[in-house]
């Protein structure tokens, strides 16, 4: 209040008669741009009084570490790959192998499978779930997936990618990382909890689709259909899914990056069709050339980065410049406080290590077209894939990628259809331009102090991260939330929970490969993700928010 008296007596002294009203332009300070509600640190969570053996006795010796290699083996042993040109689950034969991952867990997990529900979804998605004791609490969700990319080229993988090698610290093979590690990991820690005749109060579930690596068309959104039916739109607790940038040192600080965000995602197909001919008589660009300009016209002009509040990196940033300051640009701080968007800026000093966190990505993944050196080519197709930055949206990225594509076929006598244009074929060739499995950007996570769910999540997190020996000379781990700029099987099942958490418990580096040659995942590491399970399903025990209200039904 004095500062705005103060304002209007200092104006009032430069104002002269005549000069009319005084308008003062008063700028918003937005929410967050205040440095002392940055990066608030949840608390440690108090440990259960349940009678269960803490996590770090249990899974930090090499009793665990011989299980877990046994178990981890004998499923990345297994092919369970998605392809593309999958059909469906009873009548494609490649679908099989996933009979025999089934078969391995039931004789892995014997406790998990006498005591959980077993629902097979669609033939190959599992859905398990224990009740809880108390019906008015809202169940949590873990997810993982089963399958696995193909292995691209066996012979330059350094051991056989299907016949799961330990070296002693790595385990070798496909699916080690991405993601049977996690699946194997979640699965642990219920069977130790179980073997300790754990009884919940909380009702826990598990959804491991089959087909994440095509979009989990078949297996999630299968599953989370039947959650929807079952339980009812935003009946869960928590989700905790694959993702997130896991634990991140920076001095004697580790950061620990949930996703608590993703990206939207759109294919948008080109298919340019001209007169053929013979070759010996071409036009001045055939259809490949000018398809070659079209992309060229696209990937000349990319997305502008932005970061404003809706973008859980603002978050990220604010944490790096509380607590680690001597490896943050010196103007971040200023910055951060002003509220502006200093995307292109933070763009120009980090690169590509941010750029795709804040900034809609473009890529040109697929073309062809042309069938002989002697004849003009008819018809020449393109994908190009987007992942959709908060700030962005379908429309907006639609409408940008169309001007670019009309004025690239008006230089050429084009017609163009698609992305709101609607032009008949002229004589000269037609753009057809189609939008493909389009997906919004989800929505945020919340992260605030006011989330107890989020508190309880995090804190969780700290609590393992800051007493695991391979971190022992880091003081604090500050848990954040994050944007994945992929996608998970999550996607599917966001009407079921805002408390999603895309997280993958390992410290960067531990997993290696992942969609390349040469995929494995530390086994220490391992561990360590299999006790933030087994103490995030302790700890949401106690935890009486959450409730029903109704509309919550039993599986």
Request: glycine letters at 10%; proline letters at 6%.
């Amino acid at each position: 209040m004095i500062v705005l008296v103060l304002t209007f007596l200092l104006l009032g002294l430069a104002w002269k008669p005549g000069q009319g009203i005084i308008r003062i332009a008063l700028q918003p300070i937005g929410p967050g741009h205040d440095h002392k509600s940055w990066c608030s640190l949840p608390p440690h969570v108090k440990i259960p009084e349940d009678g269960m053996q803490n996590s770090s006795s249990l899974f930090q010796n090499d009793e665990a570490l011989r299980l877990q290699v046994e178990r981890l083996s004998a499923l990345v042993s297994l092919p369970t790959i998605s392809y593309d040109d999958n059909g469906e689950v009873h009548e494609d034969h490649r679908w099989k192998t996933f009979d025999s991952l089934h078969n391995r867990l039931v004789k892995l997990f014997p406790l998990v499978h006498q005591h959980m529900k077993l629902e097979k979804i669609n033939k190959y998605g599992l859905l398990y779930h224990i009740q809880g004791r108390d019906q008015n609490k809202k169940p949590m969700l873990f997810m993982a997936h089963q399958d696995v990319v193909p292995p691209g080229t066996p012979s330059m993988w350094t051991h056989p990618p299907f016949q799961s090698f330990f070296d002693g610290q790595w385990l070798w093979g496909r699916g080690a990382a991405d993601c049977k590690s996690n699946l194997i990991g979640i699965l642990s820690a219920m069977e130790a909890l179980l073997a300790q005749d754990f009884k919940p109060s909380r009702t826990i579930i598990f959804s491991f689709g089959f087909d994440e690596e095509t979009g989990g068309y078949r297996g999630a959104a299968s599953i989370a259909r039947r959650l929807e039916e079952t339980l009812g739109q935003h009946s869960l607790a928590i989700i905790h899914d694959e993702g997130g940038m896991g634990i991140s040192k920076l001095g004697d600080v580790a950061y620990a990056f949930p996703a608590t965000a993703e990206k939207g995602f759109m294919d948008i197909a080109l298919s340019l069709e001209t007169p053929g001919g013979h070759s010996s008589r071409p036009p001045k660009h055939t259809a490949i050339g000018i398809m070659s300009e079209l992309i060229v016209a696209l990937e000349g002009h990319p997305f502008t980065p932005k970061l404003d509040d809706r973008n859980p990196t603002r978050g990220v940033l604010e944490c790096e410049a509380i607590y680690s300051p001597e490896f943050a640009e010196p103007w971040l701080k200023g910055e951060l406080r002003s509220g502006r968007d200093f995307g292109k800026k933070i763009v120009e000093a980090r690169g590509d290590k941010i750029r795709w966190q804040i900034q809609t990505s473009q890529a040109v993944d697929v073309i062809g077209g042309g069938d002989k050196d002697n004849q003009l080519p008819e018809r020449v197709n393109a994908i190009v894939n987007y992942r959709i930055a908060p700030h962005d949206s379908v429309d907006t990225v639609s409408k940008d990628v169309g001007k670019l594509l009309f004025e690239v076929s008006r230089r050429h006598g084009l017609a163009i259809s698609g992305l709101g244009y609607a032009e008949e074929s002229n004589g000269k060739g037609i753009l057809r331009v189609e939008t493909k499995d389009v997906l919004l950007p989800s929505p945020v996570t919340p992260t605030s102090v006011d989330s107890e769910v989020w508190q309880i999540f995090a804190g969780s997190v700290r609590n393992v991260f800051e007493t695991t020996p391979s971190l022992n000379e880091v003081k604090t781990v500050i848990p954040v939330g994050s944007i994945a700029t992929g996608n998970s099987d999550t996607a599917h099942f966001w009407n079921l929970s805002r408390n999603i958490f895309r997280f993958t418990p390992s410290r960067e580096g531990c997993r290696l490969g992942v969609h390349t040659i040469d995929e494995r995942v530390e086994m220490n590491a391992h561990l360590e993700g299999i006790r933030v399970y087994y103490d995030l399903i302790r700890n949401f025990q106690q935890y009486s928010g959450e409730i029903c209200e109704g509309i919550c039904r039993n599986l």
